[in-house]
């Protein structure tokens, strides 16, 4: 047998956390009232590494710094006293970075690492190239490390409110221009994989120097930007004094990620299997959606007066921003970026030795065999969830109530990547004969073609603030299922883009939740059964304070049980 896992730390941390606000109003007139924000956020964090100097050992250890500045304005007009307008306008700024624990260390070079390219290292990165040893805690600086990003929003909205008789309507439209300035580079130096194929411990290869995997890219920064537009209209129409019904129409569009030059989008065609270049910034080599007209219905009936309550809706809405990362994301193909993977090829001989030097002209006189991709789909569509619930209401006595829900969506659209270019399992996908696309290596597609269904009971009671007590108890049994998890949560497919065995319960929703708080008044203080008699001070500091709980119990949430994408076949004893 093999010891592992035989090593716990706990390491240093500090976190600095500066937060402020500003906010005025002013009444321009008795029909105009003006309000401006400013928020200001800036945390700094550091975590020092799992193992001394710049062995680091990769984790989330090192820095991680933020500041955000955030700006809004409000004008509210009053029209007539049945019509008011709302314009509101907003801009953020944000700067984010994360640095691993090592980045002053001496680098590479200094540790014998030889002929590693300057394009292959990051300039203001002096960690240690990473080192992965199977069944080992890692070493050096981990991936997507050092990085940035460096958002700005600009946010504009407008919305007129009409009261006329049992309407009640509101109609508007916004717009959200984005753009961001990022580094999110997979390799910032680059990383040496060993995993015991040549000795049969991954150990013995590393202390052999017998290299399994070596990965490096080139270093870039990339300006991405996208813009969103929306308009709808709502009315909440009063039928009767003890039915509402509540009717709204929105249509959005929200454009594809495109880049501005040099580094534009380009996409790969997996008809031709050569890479497809943009013919301007705004060339987002994908087909917009412009299908997203979102109906949305609620009603609300009292079906005995002061008693019983039900309320019900529908609504369609979508979602064209997505949050897949550096995944997926165009502007990161070569020739812009580079990624290059040097492997052992079947049962064949290592790329290189540790001990030697990286192969000359690893960028320059590029083997597309050795580069990866990243790519999306030619259709892509925003996220489409239906959402829709009932629920009773009761009034009990003592100022409480008790409430029994149906809450449920269904997701169509969704995001999820898959590996184009992968080989069935058991077959050596290192050998680039074996390949779909020989002429490349790894192939990352985005696509939107993946579904979700969530379903649940939901019990509430609720007792108000009542001689001093205050209580809330919820459960839900909830049904959840997708074919492939949101970020963080699984997102490939076990083979290529199959879904069709891929249907399981969400990742990241338990089936049983119950939640119970309290909040109690203590009887202490001015106007209470002890100290009604207290002076101010004595009121102030013994008098109003509160007693509160919370207790969440829930069940666990499911284990995938996965295999490597690359070893040996239990089955076959064979690599693959």
């Given amino acids: 047998g093999q010891t592992i896992n035989n090593y716990g730390v706990s390491r240093n941390g500090k976190e600095d956390t500066h937060k402020g606000d500003i906010k005025g109003d002013y009444n321009l007139s008795a029909k105009d009232l003006v309000s401006v924000r400013w928020s200001f956020f800036r945390q700094d964090i550091y975590r020092d590494g799992i193992f001394e100097g710049v062995a680091d050992g990769a984790n989330n250890q090192g820095g991680q ?45 200094a540790f014998g690492f030889k002929n590693i390219p300057t394009e292959a290292v990051d300039k203001n990165n002096g960690g240690l190239p990473l080192i992965s040893v199977t069944n080992y805690n890692q070493l050096g600086t981990r991936n997507f490390r050092p990085q940035f990003q460096a958002p700005e929003l600009f946010q504009f909205l407008d919305s007129v409110s009409w009261v006329r008789g049992v309407h009640s309507v509101r109609a508007g439209f916004e717009t959200r221009q984005k753009n961001n300035l990022f580094q999110d580079l997979a390799r910032t130096v680059p990383a040496y994989t060993f995993g015991g194929r040549f000795t049969g411990e991954a150990a013995g290869d590393l202390l052999t120097g017998y290299l399994q995997q070596f990965d490096a890219n080139t270093q870039t920064n990339v300006e991405q930007l996208q813009k969103a537009y929306a ?104 020739p812009q970026l580079i990624p290059v993977t040097l492997q052992q090829v079947g049962t064949g001989a290592p790329p290189f030795k540790l001990s030697d030097p990286v192969p000359s002209g690893l960028f320059n006189t590029v083997n597309s065999s ?111 299922y997708d074919l492939a998890g949101a970020y963080d949560a699984g997102t490939q497919p076990q083979y290529l883009d199959d879904l069709s065995t891929e249907r399981g319960r969400q990742s990241q929703t338990p089936i049983h939740r119950f939640t119970w708080t309290n909040v109690w008044s203590l009887p202490i203080g001015k106007g209470h059964t002890f100290g009604n008699n207290w002076n101010r001070v004595t009121d102030a500091v013994f008098g109003g304070w509160q007693l509160s709980h919370i207790v969440s119990v829930r069940t666990g949430l499911p284990i995938n049980v996965t295999l490597a994408q690359t070893g040996v076949d239990p089955a076959t004893g064979r690599s693959y």
């Avoid at 270049?277 to 219905?297: C, E, F, K, M, Q």
């Fill in 370 to 480: 050795i580069v990866s991709l990243r790519a999306r789909e030619k259709d892509f569509h925003a996220a489409r969830i239906q959402q829709f619930n009932v629920a009773l209401q009761y009034l009990l006595p003592g100022n409480s109530t008790f409430e029994v829900a149906y809450v449920g969506n269904r997701g169509n659209n969704l995001q999820f990547t898959y590996a184009l270019n992968q080989t069935p399992f058991g077959v050596d996908g290192s050998v680039p004969a074996n390949r779909p696309y020989p002429q490349w290596s790894q192939i990352t597609m985005g696509a939107t073609r993946s579904k979700s269904w969530y379903d649940s009971l939901q019990l509430k009671f609720e007792k108000q603030m009542g001689h001093g007590l205050y209580t809330l108890a919820s459960y839900t049994f909830a049904n959840a």
């Fill in 231 to 334: 308009g709808y209209v709502q009315d909440d129409w009063k039928v009767r004094r003890n039915l509402t019904f509540n009717l709204g129409l929105r249509y959005e569009y929200t454009t594809p990620y495109y880049a501005k030059a040099p580094n534009r989008n380009i996409n790969f065609d997996p008809k031709t299997g050569k890479l497809v270049y943009p013919s301007d910034d705004t060339d987002y080599l994908v087909n917009a959606d412009h299908s997203n007209i979102g109906p949305r219905i609620g009603a609300a009936w009292q079906i005995l007066p002061n008693k019983l309550v039900m309320r019900g809706g529908y609504g369609l809405f979508f979602s064209g921003e997505d949050i897949f990362g550096s995944d997926v994301n165009l502007p990161l193909n070569p």
């Fill in 65 to 109: 710094f933020n500041t955000n500045n955030s700006f809004g304005g409000t004008w509210t007009r009053t029209i007539t006293p049945a019509v008011v307008n709302n314009l509101r306008f907003g801009y953020n700024r944000t700067y984010a970075a994360f640095t691993n624990a090592g980045i002053d260390g001496p680098g590479a070079t």
